[in-house]
């Protein structure tokens, strides 16, 4: 899993997430102080389309945006959603930054597996403005619930 790099001038780091699908802003001063050695690419907010995979995100960012449940999500403290991949249902506690916090893992056979996020050595952020994860949203209860019933996964250091 990778990821690309771009320095980008905007009048804020709002203003980048909600014009580019999937972008995270680093405002960290240790990790902005790593990023300027990396030489990346300077555009203003403004010249995205030159680049294709930034044109691609503002783009999809655009197409997001005239969808029912556009930026719901953004803001909050927690959410708590039940996503599905390959076959496996996962419970997930997403921090405001879009990592994951927690989660469970339900197995076909009812049994509850969790993991904290601590022991991952990959953590990349979902868009929480994406509106495709509004209908994953599942209550901090029922999140909650889960948690306290399963047995910590032995794949996972928490």
């Known amino acids: 899993m990778?990821?690309?790099?771009?320095?980008?001038?905007?009048?804020?780091?709002?203003?980048?997430?909600?014009?580019?699908?999937?972008?995270?802003?680093i405002t960290d001063p240790d990790a902005l102080a790593q990023a300027e050695q990396w030489g990346l690419d300077e555009l203003e907010l403004s010249e995205v389309d030159r680049d294709p995979a930034l044109r691609l995100m503002r783009e999809e960012r655009a197409q997001q945006r005239g969808k029912p449940g556009f930026g719901v999500l953004a803001g909050?403290?927690?959410?708590y959603l039940r996503t599905f991949e390959e076959g496996?249902?996962?419970?997930?506690?997403?921090?405001?930054?879009?990592?994951?916090?927690?989660?469970?893992?339900?197995?076909?056979?009812?049994?509850?597996?969790s993991s904290a996020m601590g022991g991952w050595p990959i953590n990349p952020p979902i868009?929480?403005?994406?509106?495709?994860?509004?209908?994953?949203?599942?209550?901090?209860?029922?999140?909650?619930?889960?948690?306290s019933r399963a047995v910590p996964d032995p794949a996972y250091e928490d």
Request: proline share 3%.
């Open 127 to 147: 868009d929480l403005h994406d509106p495709r994860y509004v209908p994953m949203e599942i209550t901090e209860r029922e999140f909650e619930d889960a948690w």
């Open 2 to 25: 990778g990821g690309l790099s771009w320095w980008i001038w905007a009048e804020s780091a709002e203003q980048i997430v909600l014009t580019l699908a999937e972008a995270e802003v």
């Open 76 to 79: 909050r403290e927690r959410v």
């Open 88 to 113: 496996l249902t996962y419970l997930v506690e997403i921090g405001q930054d879009g990592r994951q916090l927690r989660q469970v893992e339900v197995k076909a056979d009812g049994t509850l597996l």
